[in-house]
């Protein structure tokens, strides 16, 4: 899949990744970028940047209503971007209730699975085009600290295996990408070494461009993603000894 005079539809593109996703597409020549936000007042400069290639839209990821009605309005899209996302920081057992696990399912695993229901035929009528997920390393193991948070991370990673397979017919691709810490908001509470949100986002552009189907786009991702493959156990051992507080 090219960037150049690709047409996308980022969703969560106010801030972070989502944000950098807007300025690296608009940096590598996509033709128009829908960029979606809840609050599109939010999207004000980015759309000021270049007015005749970034497009505002409302959505609300859990919205199925509102996502129905962005795939029929921006149907020219052959590029879509499932990178809106939240982390509740709540353990499996020790969070209070349910709830925050039952939120990281709606927006992290629903909310792409809703958009990739609802722009499935768009790609087809575009000639298949391509979708990135964006998952995070914790979909490969889990992180008790962020519990709930890793099992909605795996969930979007599962949905990005089998869409993949039922979407080959059509001539989509389907990109998981797979970060490690990302100095945005979400992570603004962990002092560790973050990567900067476009650094991470050109080496997915980049990614993209070479077919690459899992995407490892900062040093500890590639790292841990090397230990996983090495010794899964011990990896799984490390991330367990960060419990909940
Ligand atoms: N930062 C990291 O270390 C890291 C690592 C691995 C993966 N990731 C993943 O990367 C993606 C982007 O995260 P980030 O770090 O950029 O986080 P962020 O700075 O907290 O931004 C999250 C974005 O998602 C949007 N969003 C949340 N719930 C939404 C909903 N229901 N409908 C529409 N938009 C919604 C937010 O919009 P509002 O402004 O309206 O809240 C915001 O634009 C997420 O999927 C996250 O899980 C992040």
Known sequence: MKIKN???FVTGANRGIGRAFVEELLNAGAAKIYAAARNTKTLADLVARAPDRVVPVALDVTKPDMIRTAAKNHNDVNLLINNAGIATFEGLIAA????????EMETNYFGPLNLVRAYTPVLSANGGGAIVNVASIVSHVNFPAIGSYSASKAAVHSLTQGIRAELAAQGTQVFGVYPGPVDTDMSAEF??????TNTVVQNV????EEGEEDIYPDPMSAEL??????DPKAIEKQAGEMLPQ
Not at 225 to 230: D, K, Q, R, T, Y
């Open 96 to 103: 209070n209730d349910i709830e925050a696990a039952r939120s």
């Open 191 to 196: 002092p560790m070494d973050k990567t900067p």
């Open 6 to 8: 690709a047409i996308a």
């Open 225 to 230: 993603h090397a230990g996983l493959l090495s």
């Open 205 to 208: 552009l980049e990614g993209i």
